[in-house]
């Protein structure tokens, strides 16, 4: 079985394992993984340059997650991190206080940009990230060119601002009414190589409970992708990333609000529409709490269910992976 998972950070990360787990308990390949071929296109909308290296945060916690690295409780960086750089080059007053680089994270940064500078396109420098960690997925950048996502805001003098979305993200909470989110760079992009294969040649396209606005969305908003999933012969079904109304992590209510999309389960997949209509999913999975959507949502034309999915370990979120398969007859 070959399937192609379109993913942001946590929410994409912890499904993308537990789908894997998944995968090697129907398709074992006699050594604890699969012989299901899972790629993963992941969402580079939110990297940056900071202290001279390339930050690529999504690709990074797909890597230490699917690589058994990760800070569980945060969800993202890596466990048993310290400081010390990011702390000393404050004493410097350099940089940003609302941002800082763990120390064996700022390794992943310093080995990305001196690849990266000796020429290696980002889809090839991730392949070499990945030969450390093994993370039993092939992980491909939604793009080798630089694409950044800024949120315009209200300035102080009935003008506008332009903020890199980390910074929207990390330092304000999200809690500075976007006007809207610019991808600069896009327009001059192209799909890395291998995505439009990966979604083409693929049994299921997964969209995981990830930021549907500025992971998802942002991946699809490459040329070429969108139109590759909506014409895929490929099954494509999506997780909802809204429970009960409010997203499961994060603020990507705030991102909806930005875009004029309700914060609702029902909502996002009508954002992203039924195939059968013009759209690109067969399928949408939501929270047993959302049950009473499921049947408009399959007059609209989706193939629709309800079950808990919220993924509290790697077990559950297993089984949350095969309801969302079972959608689509897999």
């Known amino acids: ?149 800024h949120v ?36 001059g992009a192209t799909p890395a190589p291998g995505v439009l294969d990966a979604i083409a040649g693929a049994d299921v396209v997964v969209l995981p409970p990830s930021n549907p606005v500025v992971s998802v969305g942002t991946i699809l908003a490459i040329p070429g992708v969108r139109a590759a999933v909506a014409s895929t012969s490929a099954a494509v079904v999506g997780v909802s990333p809204i429970v009960g109304g409010a997203p499961v992590r994060g603020m990507a209510d705030a991102c909806l609000l930005a875009i004029g999309v309700e914060t609702s389960a029902a909502a996002v997949a009508r954002r992203y529409g039924p195939r059968s209509a013009g759209g690109l999913l067969d399928a949408w999975l939501v929270d047993e709490v959302d049950a009473d959507v499921v049947d408009g949502l399959v007059a609209d034309g989706f193939r629709a269910g309800a079950a808990s999915t919220l993924m509290t370990d790697v077990p559950t979120t297993a089984r949350i992976a095969a309801d969302a398969l079972a959608l689509v007859g897999l």
Not at 166 to 177: K, S
């Open 152 to 187: 315009v805001v209200a300035g102080d003098h009935g003008d506008e601002r332009l903020l890199h979305f980390e910074e929207w993200w990390v330092r304000h909470r999200a809690a500075l009414p976007a006007l809207r989110f610019e991808q600069v760079g896009l327009a």
């Open 1 to 149: 079985m070959k399937v192609t998972v379109l993913a942001g950070g946590v929410g994409g990360a912890r499904f993308t394992r537990g789908l894997r787990h998944l995968l090697a308990q129907r398709l074992p390949d006699g050594a604890g993984g699969t012989t299901a071929e899972i790629t993963v296109v992941v969402n580079t909308g939110d990297d940056m340059w900071l202290h001279g290296v390339r930050v690529c945060p999504d690709l990074d916690t797909v890597m230490y997650t699917l690589g058994g690295a990760v800070h569980e409780d945060q969800g993202w960086g890596r466990r048993d991190e310290s400081r010390r750089v990011s702390d000393d080059l404050a004493a410097y007053d350099v940089g940003w206080d609302w941002f800082t680089l763990g120390d064996l994270d700022l390794a992943t940064h310093l080995a990305r940009t001196q690849l990266l500078r000796a020429g290696l396109p980002l889809s090839e420098v991730t392949a070499r990230l990945c030969e450390r960690w093994h993370p039993g997925a092939r992980l491909l950048p939604m793009s080798d060119q630089e694409v950044e996502t």
